[in-house]
């Protein structure tokens, strides 16, 4: 009951974030990573972008009435076709412009489970969302990896674990050294685990550490939302996060109930780093409890 009562909310405040979100406002923001690659901000997750002789490659769309001036934005950097959108997950702040973008002829590429979770309904403590419209649904899928080669780039599509979701997919520009992670590493605070898309935080501290693995001092890492960061940002969000898993699970093993974790102040020396995001340190430790009580 709790928890439920919990992640309601969340989602309360996050649906309360976005019908205050005038979209007619919303700039869309380019930043230059390198070369051909850019990040572009406006409301919603960060969008990748590759330019090249071969055309566009973009990752994530952000929200459907923001469709036309992300379209704008691409297009003013490099006038060639969009030929491919990857979605990192499958969240509407992630896939929300995918009908507007598959219908200018676009390929939409996933995770399995982005299109899976799509085609049906999805309950959560927000109740059920219908299945998303046909055009918003990837036509590609894939289940751990998929390489793409375009603009003399090489770039590897890569499910690593159920982190965020259960089909989360990290996007890897081997040549550039750039990676997007989509919301298995977020900047905005504690990172949100959605248990009702399968996610589970043991395989987000899991994709961290593979991530972590790839990355090097000079890899540019683009977050599912926030700015640009590096691979000791990626660490020590990373570190955090498995410090707190290590000792919500042990607090677990004493049999102490999610309530009574969430009282132990696990995350007071982190709260100062983290907690100015959507989530607080009480609410990520019930969402820990939650995640970690959940048998594999
Ligand atoms: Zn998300």
């Known amino acids: 009951m709790k928890k439920t ?4 909310l969340f989602l309360w405040m996050t649906q309360l974030a976005f019908a205050r979100q005038n979209y007619d406002t919303v700039k869309i923001r ?16 960060n969008i990748g972008v590759l330019f090249g002789k ?7 769309d952000q929200f459907a009435p923001l469709s036309n001036k992300i379209n704008g934005a691409i297009k003013t950097i490099d006038p060639g076709e969009i030929r491919f959108l990857i979605n990192t997950h499958l969240h509407g702040d992630h896939t929300g412009g995918n009908e507007n973008f598959k219908k ?8 399995e489970q982005v299109r899976n979770r799509m085609l049906t ?21 894939f289940a751990d990896q998929l390489n793409v080669h375009l603009n003399e780039e090489d770039i590897e599509l890569i499910h690593f674990d159920k982190g965020h979701t259960d089909g989360d997919v990290i996007v890897h520009f081997k040549k550039a050294n750039v990676y997007h992670t989509g919301d298995a590493f977020v900047r905005y605070g504690y990172p949100f685990i959605d248990l009702s898309s399968g996610g589970s935080l043991h395989g987000f501290v899991n994709t961290l550490d593979k991530l972590l693995l790839l990355l090097d001092d000079n890899s540019k890492v683009i977050p599912g939302h926030g700015e640009l960061a590096t691979k000791a940002d990626v660490k020590a969000v990373r570190d955090a996060m498995a410090d707190i898993r290590d000792q919500v699970t042990a607090a677990l093993k004493k049999g102490k109930k999610p309530e009574e974790i969430a009282a132990l102040n696990i995350t007071d020396k982190y709260d100062a780093t983290y907690g100015k995001g959507f989530l607080k340190g009480k609410d990520f430790v019930l969402m820990a409890a939650e995640s970690l009580s959940v048998k594999k």
């Not at 009562?5 to 309601?8: C, P």
């Not at 380019?30 to 997750?45: D, F, H, Q, T």
């Not at 309950?123 to 998303?132: F, H, I, L, V, Y």
């Open 5 to 8: 009562l919990f992640l309601a």
């Open 30 to 45: 380019p930043i230059k990573v390198v070369e051909n690659l850019y990040m572009l901000k406006g409301a919603g997750g």
């Open 54 to 60: 071969d055309g566009t490659l973009m990752i994530d």
């Open 104 to 111: 200018m002829g676009i390929t939409i590429v996933a995770h």
């Open 121 to 141: 309904e999805q309950k959560s403590a927000r109740g059920t969302a219908p299945p998303r419209d046909k055009d918003a649904l990837p036509v590609i899928t």
